[in-house]
């Protein structure tokens, strides 16, 4: 059974740092990109970054360059977002995704999604 389950969302107060995961299980992510969205309430499914698993090119969204970073485990079976220096924009439900292929920044080219952390940036 396919399955993607993110962990380490929470609250953080502006300026702070978190390190989400996404731990994949039922699949080889030997072959699969896997990419960071979120979602703000009331606003679309965004990109925020993808990791192309063999070959490990990354790719950001232009408002969390130098301030987020994508890496993955193949031991683990897991990909890590790790944010720095949080803003309150930065709060959404958080989800990471897989697909076939290269990491692509819409939802659309997406199989397989976790159900969503969520991170709070707040004073």
């Known amino acids: 059974q396919v399955q993607l389950v993110e962990s380490g969302g929470g609250l953080v107060q502006p300026g702070g740092s978190l390190r989400l995961s996404c731990a994949a299980s039922g699949f080889n992510l030997d072959v699969y990109a896997i990419g960071w969205f979120r979602q703000a309430p009331g606003k679309e499914r965004e990109f925020v970054a993808g990791?192309?698993?063999?070959?490990?090119?990354?790719y950001y969204a232009d408002s969390v360059k130098g301030r987020f970073t994508i890496s993955g485990d193949n031991a683990k079976n897991t990909v890590y977002l790790q944010m720095n220096n949080l803003k309150p924009e930065d709060t959404a439900v958080y989800y990471c995704a897989a697909r076939t292929g290269r990491a692509t920044v819409s939802t659309r080219d997406y199989q397989y999604w976790g159900q969503g952390t969520q991170v709070t940036v707040s004073s």
């Open positions: 990791i192309g698993w063999s070959g490990g090119s990354t």
